[in-house]
């Protein structure tokens, strides 16, 4: 392990022991700091405890469904024998509890190892609410009554508080049929119709897991198309395959508010149209927990939603305070959370920081298909903030998505004009999320098309497609370039 050579050992107290916190406590220990984190429910964060974990093993199992529903295509029958040896098919069931009962345990386990690998390292964990008194102490209550309390000093503090579920005076939810996310692992079985309120990437992967998993779902959406602020295409896609699962897609409707009914729940929508079904997730975006943890009187600067403004190494507007994750106003994803609390630490300590460009982030939303992206995008080069062109290429035509069966999907590729340096892509396919990577590279390494149309891809691979679309790329330096 390295450690820096200070004059005396700084000290880093970190709130908030999410994937931001974490990756902070982990950076500055592994600089030799004397590290305090503090964190008031589980060591992962809603990352793990409610966010991430449980989301993405639901998905996995949703995952698994549509791969049985779908073997018949591939010629994979399943049959049971009935009366006189005839053949029976089999439904697919999904028992929700037990389904539940092992993502919650996963999440468990994370928050577990999470927390061995700091006390591993030698952070000191305080359990309880911190709140910042000045620029230089956290004072912690560490009971449930907040009269016991903590008080750490330290050189550096990095605050890392993450988010909550937004919530609606008019859509109170009750945790029994209208659920925010964290609420939704209590459900011992699958809702007959669950309405979901919010066609963001959050409510776009729990409609299409839940969908396919087997409940009724109306995805009600206030835009003219789900996913309002990923590409275009990429949306069709999925209002295309929800749709064609049985999904109803409620786009143009505003919900302006939910209420239980005797068995179930009733959605009003702002034009006074009415929807009917027996559960409602409300997935309409997160606040920052930023709210009277002593943070404007540390000095610290806000923004008008309450994120912490931070700039690309993740410092606040007091030199020693640093903030990362969902309660700054940069991008809400774990893994940049991540990437800001080691940059914050790095800086902080004077290790090697490189600052965090928003062109390098690399996201994927967990529908099925999965989205995936990275860089510049489609409606960037449309809006002239960068001079790109763009190609796309239907999965359709590739080998190997015939032979697996593969539907629907696309890859698409951005490349500067003149140069045909990469600067962004989207992939639409199963799996997606690992199908990205190759186009990170390329934009984090400013390849060309060509540099990454002479990469040997595997015959038949998915990834065959991204040669593919960078070797029809080839003319991008031309003016007269038909791609
Ligand atoms: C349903 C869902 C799915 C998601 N899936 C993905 C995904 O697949 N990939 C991805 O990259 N991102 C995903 N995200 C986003 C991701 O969850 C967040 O970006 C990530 O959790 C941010 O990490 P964080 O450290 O900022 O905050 P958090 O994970 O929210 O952690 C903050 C921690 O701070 C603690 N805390 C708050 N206030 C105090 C206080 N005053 N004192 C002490 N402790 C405090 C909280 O208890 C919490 O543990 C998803 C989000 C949602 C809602």
New binding site residues.
């Given amino acids: 392990m390295s450690s820096l050579s200070f004059e005396r050992t700084q000290s880093v107290a970190i709130?908030?022991?999410?994937?931001?916190?974490?990756e902070a406590a982990l950076a500055a220990a592994q600089l030799g700091a004397d590290v305090t984190l503090?964190?008031?429910?589980?060591v992962?964060?809603?990352?793990?405890?409610?966010?991430?974990v449980p989301?993405?093993s639901l998905i996995a199992t949703a995952d698994a469904a549509v791969a049985i529903s779908e073997a018949g295509d591939l010629g994979v029958q399943f049959y049971a024998k009935g009366e006189h040896g005839r053949p029976l098919k089999p439904q697919v069931a999904i028992n929700l509890a037990a389904v539940n009962k092992r993502l919650l345990s996963l999440a468990r386990q994370q928050s577990d190892d999470m927390r061995t690998s700091l006390v591993e390292a030698g952070v000191k964990i305080i359990s309880?609410?911190?709140?910042l008194e000045g620029d230089h102490a956290v004072i912690?209550s560490t009971d449930e009554g907040g009269t016991d309390f903590d008080r750490i000093e330290a050189d550096t503090l990095v605050v890392?508080?993450?988010?909550s579920?937004r919530r609606l005076p008019s859509a109170m939810p009750d945790g029994e049929r209208i659920l925010t996310?964290t609420q939704l692992y209590d459900m011992k079985a699958l809702p007959e119709h669950l309405i979901v309120v919010g066609s963001g990437?959050?409510g776009a992967?729990?409609a299409s897991a839940y969908m396919n998993l087997g409940a009724k779902v109306t995805l009600i959406s206030s835009r003219e198309q789900i996913l309002p602020s990923e590409d275009r295409d990429a949306a069709a896609v999925l209002e295309k395959v929800f749709k064609r699962g049985g999904m109803s897609v409620m786009n143009k409707s505003r919900a302006q508010g939910v209420e239980r009914t005797a068995d179930g729940v009733l959605v009003t929508l702002a034009d006074g149209r009415t929807v009917e079904g027996s559960h409602c997730l409300l997935a309409v975006g997160?606040i920052p927990?930023t709210a009277g943890?002593g943070l404007a009187e540390a000095g610290v600067q806000l923004t008008d939603s309450g994120h912490i403004a931070v700039n690309r190494v993740a410092r606040t507007s007091v030199p020693n305070i640093y903030a990362?994750?969902?309660?700054t106003d940069f991008l809400?994803?774990?893994?940049?959370?991540s990437m800001q609390?080691r940059t914050a630490v790095f800086h902080a300590l004077g290790d090697i920081v490189i600052p965090l460009e928003q062109r390098r982030i690399t996201?994927?939303i967990?529908t099925a298909p999965e989205v995936a992206s990275v860089g510049f995008s489609e409606q960037d080069v449309l809006d002239g903030k960068i001079n790109g062109v763009v190609h796309k290429l239907p999965l359709a035509s590739n080998p190997r998505a015939k032979m697996i069966g593969m539907k629907d999907g696309f890859v698409k590729l951005i490349a500067r004009q003149g140069s045909g340096t990469v600067i962004g892509g989207v992939i639409v396919a199963p799996r997606a999320s690992e199908l990205i990577y190759p186009i990170a590279i390329a934009v984090e390494r400013r390849m060309t098309v060509d540099q990454v149309s002479r990469v040997f891809a595997v015959y038949p691979s998915l990834s065959g497609s991204i040669t593919d679309a960078a070797r029809a790329m080839h003319l991008v330096n031309r003016d007269d370039a038909i791609l």
């Avoid at 503090?38 to 589980?42: K, Q």
């Avoid at 992962?44 to 991430?52: E, L």
């Fill in positions: 709130v908030g022991g999410g994937p931001g916190g974490y503090i964190e008031r429910a589980g992962g964060g809603s990352a793990v405890m409610t966010d991430v989301s993405k309880g609410h911190g709140r912690v890392s508080v993450g988010a579920p996310w990437v959050t992967e729990f997160s927990n943890i990362a994750g969902d309660c809400p994803l774990a893994s940049v959370a609390g996201a994927n967990f």
